[in-house]
Every structure is written in structure tokens, then in C-alpha cells.
């Protein structure tokens, strides 16, 4: 009996360029390499060589990841919308915030925890605050 290989459901190219642009918008973000890694779920090798420009270099990522570089994405969006001042818009996810959910820590922080409900619940409130703006 022949076993079905997984289908890839992100061309590597797709994966590579979700991936720069995370990581691009985390590092202005003020994120650490192992908040990046932590948030995004990526190894510090896959990690740095993001951060490269090789045109050659090729990743593939599992939905978790893509899904994880998604909220990070939208994320950005919604800060884009939110506020005209770059500062805030790359300033507002490592500043401390005291509303209930976060209590005191900075967005970046709550993401950092690593794992898939804490982004989503830190997308959610930040989502929220585009009101209806879209």
C-alpha cells in the first residue's frame, strides 16, 4: 500500500516571502530574535537567514507557521490604519499596556509566549481597535 505524501499547501516561494516580511515587521518592532522565533515558531537558523538576502534561499513552513505570519501581517495592518505616526505603528506592540487582557505587558510580550492563542488573542484586541474602519 502506497502512503500519500503531504500536500504542501504554500509554494516555497510564498513561504519565503510571508516569512521576510515577518520578520521585517518584527524587527521594527523591537522584537528579539528569540521573541521572533517564539512568535513565528521558526528555528534561529530559519531565523537568520530571513533576515538574508539570498535570492536562492528557499523555506517551507507548515500551515501553523504561515497561519502565525498571517496574524503578524494583519497585525501591522490594523496599526496602519489605526495610527497616522510611524512610531506608533511600530512602537505600539513593544509599549506596556494596561488594559485587562494584557495587564501592564507590552503586546510583543503576550505574543512571545510562543504559542497559537496568545497571538490570536493579541490580534483580536488589537483588531479591535480599527473599530470600522475597514
Not at 521585517?24 to 522565533?37: D, H, P, R, V
Request: net charge neutral; hydrophobic share 45%.
Amino acid at each position: 500500500m502506497a502512503v500519500a505524501s503531504p500536500v504542501q499547501a504554500f509554494s516555497k516561494d510564498q513561504c519565503v516571502t510571508g516569512l521576510r516580511a515577518a520578520v521585517n515587521i518584527l524587527e521594527k518592532w523591537q522584537a528579539s530574535s528569540e521573541q521572533a522565533c517564539r512568535i513565528l515558531r521558526i528555528s534561529r537558523s530559519t531565523y537568520t537567514r530571513a533576515r538574508q538576502q539570498d535570492p536562492d534561499w528557499a523555506v517551507a513552513l507548515d500551515a501553523d507557521q504561515m497561519q502565525r505570519i498571517s496574524f503578524v501581517l494583519n497585525i501591522h495592518a490594523t496599526l496602519r490604519l489605526v495610527f497616522d505616526n510611524p512610531d506608533n505603528v511600530y512602537g505600539f506592540p513593544s509599549m506596556a499596556n494596561d488594559n485587562e487582557f494584557f495587564n501592564g505587558r507590552s503586546p510583543l510580550d503576550i505574543m512571545a509566549q510562543g504559542d497559537m492563542i496568545s497571538l490570536y488573542e493579541t490580534f483580536r484586541r488589537i483588531d479591535v481597535l480599527r473599530g470600522a474602519q475597514w
